[in-house]
C-alpha cells in the first residue's frame, strides 16, 4: 500500500509540472501564426532561421534575454540585455545599440480559440526607437503560444520592402535555434518578438521526490516482519506439488487461525490457493431472524409490497449487509459506468448530428474534425461497455458466494438447531444451489436494466424536449403512458409460472438424484425401467408447463415487439416531424423568402436536428423497451425472491431444541417424555401439534448410570429409532412435564454418539472415514497416529483395508467400494476413535455376523463405553444390563425390565441356539410326517400293480 502510495504521489508531482500551461511571468521563447492566419511550416520557419549569416568580424555571437513581467495594465516587455559584439556586414544600416537599449511597451493577452492568442497593444507605436521610422504598426498580432524548455537565445531583424537587411544581429543557438518571427506592418515587413511558455530547465524537484520515495521505500522494505516476507516468498516461489503433496492437502482441508476463521485450501493446477473464510456469528442469525416471518401457505409472488419487503431483506440483511462492503463498491461502480454510458450516448447523437450537418454543408474540415473526435468518444465507451458486462458478472458472482455462505452457515448449524435436519423442506438442493444462482443472476442483469433505462428516459426525454417544445414533450409522456398500459394489461403472472417451474426442476433433479445414490438396490431389483417411467413423468410435468409459458409468451411477445418497435418508432417519426413541420408551416403564414444561404444553412440546421433527435429517440425506444423487459424479469426476479424467502424464514423460524444436559458426565435420563413424530406445520404451535400426533411411546421414564447398557427391542415400526433420536436430541421431548437429562461433551470425548443403521461414507480418504465428524486438522490436534487407527480397525476387523485400498490419503467412493458389512464395522471404528460415554447403536450390525458382532461388543465395554442398543437380535441381550420393550399397540405402552446375572444370560443365550437349530430342522420333520402319512395309508392295489417297501 505505501508502495502505491508513493507511485501515485510522484506520478501526481510529474503530471502537475507538465500540465503547467498557464501564462505566468517569465523568461518566453518565440512562435508564431503569420498575419494572414496561415501558420508557418517547419521548412519555412527553418528557412527563416537559417537565413542569417555569421558576422566575420563578430567578437562573438551576441545574445538576447526578454523578460516579460506582469503589471496592472497587462503584461511588459522587460529592460532587453544584449552582449557580444554587433556587426554591420551584410547589412545597410546598423544602428548603435548598448546594454538596455530597447525601451519596455504593455500589452494584453487575450484567447482566440484553438491554442491562439491575440496580443494587443494600447497604441500602434511600439515605443521601439528603431523600427518607429518604418510605419506605423498594427495594434493587434495574432500568435500561437507554444511550451518549450531550455535555455532562450534571439535573432532580431527588421526587413524592408525591398528585402533589404536594415538591422542584422545574430545570436548562436545555445541549446536551441533562434527564431525569426515576420508580420506585415501596412506594406513593410517587420521582425517582432511573440512569447510563449516560460522557459526554464527541467525541474530537478520530480527526480527529488522518486528518489526520496525510492529510499522510503527501502527504509519500509527493511521493516517487513519475517512472517509477512515468508508469506510473499510461499506467493512468488509457488512451487507444484506431487501427487502425494496434494493428496495431503486434500485431507487436510483447511487451517484453523487464531482469530476464529478458517483457510480453506484449494487445490487449483498442482499448486494450493489460501482462501480465508469467516463463519457467519450466531448473534447474525438472531438480528435477522426478525426480518424473515414466515409466509402464509396461501401466498403467492407477485410484484407487491410483499415482494419489495422480501427483496430488501434479502437484499440488505444479506447480500449486501453494508455500504462499506465489496458488494456496495461494485454497485456504485457500476452505476457510475451506467450513468456514463448514458452521457456518452447524449455526446454521440450530438455528435452524429454535427457530422452530417457538416457533410450536408460539404465543409472538409469540420467533417474530418467530427470523424476524429468519434474515434475519440469510442474509446471510452468501448471501455465503458466492457466495463459494464464486467461489473455485472462480477455483482452476480458476490451476490451469488454470498447467499451461499450464508445459505451453508445457516442450514449446516450444529446443535442445537440442526435446521438441515428439521428444516422438512422438500429440493433444498435446488434452493441452495439452482435458485440461488438465478437469482443473483436475474438481480444484477435487471439493476442495469433498471437503472441505465431509467436515467436514459429522464435525460433523454430532457434533451428531446429542448427542440421537440412543449407539444413533442407531451405526446411524448402520452406514449409512455399508453405504453404502459397496454403491456400492463396483457402480461401474465410470470413471478408464479417462474416459482413452479423452479420446483418442478427441484423436483426432477431430485429423482435423478434418488436413482444416483440407490442405484446398486435399484439394479438388484432390477427396476430401472419403473426409475426411468418416474424420471420421464416427472420431466414431462416440466416439460408441459415450460411448453405453456412458451405458449403464454408468444401473444405477450407479440403485443410487446408490436408496441415497442413499431409503435416507438412511429410515434418518434411524429415527434420528429412536430418541430420541422411547425416551424415551416409558421414561416409560410410569415411570408418569408430566405435567400439560397440561408436556406441552405436552415436545410444542414435541419438534418442535424433531425439526425440528432433521431438518435435520442431510438435510444429512447432502446430505454423503453429494456424498461419492458424488464418487467418480465422483475416477475421472474418475484418469483425467485419468494421461493429464497420461504427458505431463509423457514430456517431462521426453527425454535432451537432445548438444552439436555446433565449434571453429571455419565448419566443419561428421561422424564415422563412422550415421544412424538414432530409436526412438519410450521404455523402450529406445539400444543396443536400435540393433538394433532399420537405418541409412539407415552410417559417414558428411565434413568442409564455408568457401567449400564441397554437394549431396546420391538416390532417394526414401534418407534425404536425414535427414542435413539430424543435421546441424541434430535427430537425434542413432548409432555407437560418431560425432561430429558444426557452427559455433555468433554473435550474430544462426545457425551453420546449415534450410529444410524445405515452407514454414512463421507466424502474423502479412507483417514477421514474413520475420524468423522473430525478433520484432519482435529485428528492432529487430538495427539493420536496412524498406529492408533489400526489399532482401532483391528477391533472391528478391517486391518486389511489401509493395504488394499492404497494407503490413508487414498480418495475413493466408498460407498460404492465398500461392502455392507465393511460399512458397518467402519461406522463402528468411529466409535472406538471417539470413545463417547453412550453409544447408540440402531441395528447397525445387522450386515455383520454374529461372532464377530458379538466380539466387537465386547471391544466396545472393555473401552468403558456405555451401549444403549437398538435390534431384534435376542443373542445381543447378553451385553446389556437393561431391557426396554416396546409394546406397538398403539396406546404408546412399554415394559423395562433388568436383565438376570450372568449365568442366567448365557443359560438363556444357549437355549435360544438350541431353538433355534431346532426350527431349522422343521422342514425335514414336515417332510418326514408327509412320507409316514404316504406309508400307514390303506389302498388297493390294481392289476399288474407291484408295491415295492
Not at 165 to 184: E, I, K
Not at 818 to 837: I, N, T
Amino acid at each position: 500500500m505505501v508502495f502505491l502510495l508513493s507511485l501515485i504521489a510522484a506520478a501526481a508531482v510529474a503530471c502537475v509540472h507538465a500540465a503547467d500551461s498557464d501564462i505566468t511571468p517569465g523568461l518566453y521563447q518565440i512562435f508564431n501564426r503569420n498575419a494572414t492566419g496561415g501558420s508557418l511550416k517547419s521548412d519555412r520557419m527553418y528557412q527563416t532561421l537559417y537565413a542569417p549569416t555569421v558576422p566575420a568580424n563578430a567578437s562573438s555571437p551576441p545574445t538576447t534575454a526578454w523578460q516579460i513581467a506582469q503589471s496592472d495594465s497587462g503584461y511588459t516587455f522587460g529592460n532587453s540585455t544584449f552582449s557580444g559584439s554587433a556587426s554591420t556586414e551584410n547589412c545597410e544600416q546598423s544602428p548603435v545599440i548598448t546594454d538596455n537599449a530597447l525601451y519596455a511597451t504593455t500589452f494584453t493577452i487575450e484567447s482566440v480559440g484553438d491554442g491562439y492568442y491575440a496580443i494587443k497593444y494600447p497604441d500602434t507605436d511600439l515605443a521601439w526607437t528603431v523600427a518607429s521610422e518604418y510605419g506605423a504598426s498594427p495594434n493587434t498580432v495574432t500568435v500561437k503560444l507554444m511550451p518549450t524548455d531550455g535555455t532562450y537565445t534571439q535573432h532580431w531583424s527588421f526587413v524592408g520592402v525591398n528585402s533589404t537587411n536594415f538591422t542584422c544581429y545574430y545570436s548562436r543557438p545555445q541549446p536551441f535555434l533562434p527564431l525569426t518571427v515576420t508580420t506585415v506592418v501596412g506594406g513593410l515587413h517587420r521582425s517582432m518578438a511573440i512569447f510563449s511558455k516560460p522557459i526554464r530547465w527541467p525541474s530537478r524537484r520530480t527526480s527529488i521526490l522518486v528518489l526520496a520515495v525510492v529510499l522510503v521505500l527501502r527504509s519500509r522494505l527493511t521493516e517487513i516482519p519475517k512472517e509477512t516476507l515468508a508469506k510473499l516468498r510461499v506467493v512468488v516461489d509457488r512451487k507444484r506439488l506431487s501427487q502425494e503433496e496434494l493428496l495431503r492437502v486434500l485431507q487436510e482441508v483447511y487451517v484453523k487461525e487464531d482469530d476464529g476463521s478458517k483457510t480453506l485450501l484449494v487445490p487449483y493446477r498442482e499448486e494450493v490457493s489460501r482462501v480465508n473464510v469467516k463463519p457467519t456469528p450466531q448473534s447474525k442469525f438472531a438480528s435477522d431472524a426478525p426480518y424473515f416471518p414466515l409466509l402464509p401457505p396461501s401466498a403467492k409472488p407477485n410484484i407487491d409490497l410483499t415482494f419489495f419487503r422480501q427483496l430488501r431483506a434479502i437484499l440488505f440483511r444479506i447480500a449486501i449487509p453494508s455500504f462499506r462492503s465489496k458488494e456496495a463498491f461494485i454497485v456504485a461502480l457500476h452505476s457510475f459506468f451506467l450513468v456514463s454510458r448514458t452521457v456518452l450516448s447524449i455526446a454521440v447523437a450530438r455528435l452524429d448530428g454535427i457530422i452530417v450537418r457538416d457533410l450536408v454543408r460539404a465543409d472538409a474540415r469540420g467533417f474530418l474534425r467530427g470523424l476524429v473526435l468519434w474515434f475519440l468518444l469510442a474509446i471510452p465507451s468501448t471501455y465503458t461497455n466492457s466495463m459494464i458486462r464486467h461489473l455485472q458478472s462480477k455483482l452476480s458472482l458476490r451476490l451469488r458466494s454470498r447467499l451461499t455462505r450464508y445459505t451453508n452457515d445457516l442450514y449446516l448449524s450444529s446443535y442445537p438447531d440442526l435446521r438441515f435436519y428439521r428444516s422438512g423442506l422438500e429440493g433444498v438442493d435446488q434452493y441452495i444451489t439452482a435458485d440461488v444462482e438465478s437469482w443473483a443472476e436475474s438481480l444484477s442483469v435487471l439493476y442495469g436494466n433498471v437503472l441505465k433505462p431509467s436515467l436514459d428516459l429522464v435525460l433523454f426525454t430532457s434533451q428531446l424536449s429542448r427542440s421537440l417544445g412543449a407539444r413533442g414533450t407531451v405526446l411524448l409522456f402520452c406514449n409512455y403512458y399508453a405504453t404502459v398500459a397496454i403491456l400492463r394489461a396483457v402480461t401474465p403472472a410470470f413471478g408464479k409460472l417462474a416459482a413452479v417451474e423452479a420446483r418442478l426442476e427441484g423436483e426432477y433433479r431430485a429423482g435423478m438424484g434418488r436413482v444416483g445414490r440407490e442405484s446398486e438396490e435399484v439394479a438388484f431389483y432390477d427396476g430401472g425401467a419403473r426409475e426411468r417411467s418416474i424420471l420421464t413423468a416427472a420431466y414431462m410435468r416440466l416439460i408441459k408447463h415450460v411448453n405453456s409459458i412458451y405458449k403464454i409468451r408468444i401473444a405477450y411477445e407479440w403485443t410487446e415487439d408490436f408496441v415497442i418497435k413499431y409503435l416507438w418508432s412511429a410515434a418518434g417519426y411524429m415527434l420528429i416531424a412536430v418541430p420541422l413541420l411547425y416551424t415551416r408551416r409558421r414561416r409560410r403564414a410569415q411570408h418569408e423568402k430566405p435567400d439560397s444561404v440561408e436556406e441552405g444553412n436552415a436545410v444542414a440546421n435541419r438534418t442535424e436536428s433531425y439526425i440528432s433527435n433521431r438518435r435520442l429517440l431510438v435510444s429512447l425506444a432502446d430505454a423503453g423497451g429494456r424498461l419492458m423487459y424488464a418487467y418480465k424479469d422483475l416477475l421472474e426476479l418475484a418469483g425467485l425472491t419468494t421461493r429464497l424467502y420461504t427458505l431463509f424464514s423457514t430456517l431462521h423460524n426453527l425454535p432451537p431444541l432445548p438444552s439436555a444436559t446433565s449434571e453429571l458426565d455419565d448419566t443419561i435420563e428421561l422424564s415422563h417424555v412422550d415421544v412424538r413424530i414432530p409436526s412438519t406445520n410450521k404455523m402450529l404451535d406445539s400444543s396443536e401439534a400435540e393433538k394433532e400426533i399420537a405418541p409412539l411411546v407415552k410417559d417414558l421414564s428411565l434413568i442409564l448410570k455408568e457401567g449400564e447398557h441397554l437394549m431396546i427391542t420391538g416390532s417394526n415400526g414401534v418407534g425404536k429409532t425414535a427414542v435413539a433420536r430424543v435421546l441424541a436430541g434430535l427430537w425434542a421431548p413432548q409432555g407437560p412435564n418431560s425432561q430429558v437429562k444426557r452427559p455433555k461433551n468433554c473435550g474430544d470425548h462426545p457425551g453420546v454418539f449415534v450410529v444410524p443403521q445405515r452407514a454414512y461414507m463421507v466424502t474423502g480418504s479412507l483417514l477421514e472415514q474413520m475420524i468423522y465428524p473430525h478433520s484432519y486438522a482435529e485428528f492432529l490436534e487430538s495427539g493420536k497416529t496412524e498406529k492408533d487407527l489400526r489399532n482401532i480397525l483391528e477391533m472391528v476387523y478391517l486391518a486389511y483395508l489401509p493395504e488394499r485400498e492404497g494407503g490413508w490419503t487414498t480418495r475413493k467412493e466408498w460407498r460404492d467400494v465398500l461392502s455392507g458389512g465393511e460399512k458397518q464395522r467402519m461406522s463402528l471404528a468411529r466409535v472406538f476413535y471417539h470413545k463417547p460415554e453412550f453409544a447408540i447403536l440402531d441395528e447397525c450390525t445387522s450386515a455383520v455376523s454374529s461372532d464377530v458382532e458379538g466380539r466387537m461388543y465386547e471391544h466396545l465395554k472393555a473401552q468403558g463405553i456405555n451401549l444403549i442398543t437398538i435390534s431384534l437380535r435376542p443373542s445381543l441381550s447378553k451385553y446389556h444390563t437393561r431391557l426396554l420393550t416396546l409394546h406397538g399397540d398403539g396406546t404408546g405402552s412399554w415394559t423395562l425390565t433388568r436383565v438376570g446375572t450372568a449365568e442366567e444370560r448365557v443359560g438363556i443365550d444357549r437355549e435360544i441356539i438350541t431353538l433355534e437349530n431346532k426350527l431349522k430342522e422343521v422342514d425335514v420333520w414336515e417332510k418326514r410326517l408327509k412320507e409316514l402319512d404316504s406309508l400307514l395309508s390303506v389302498q388297493e392295489p390294481a392289476e399288474d400293480d407291484t408295491v415295492v417297501i
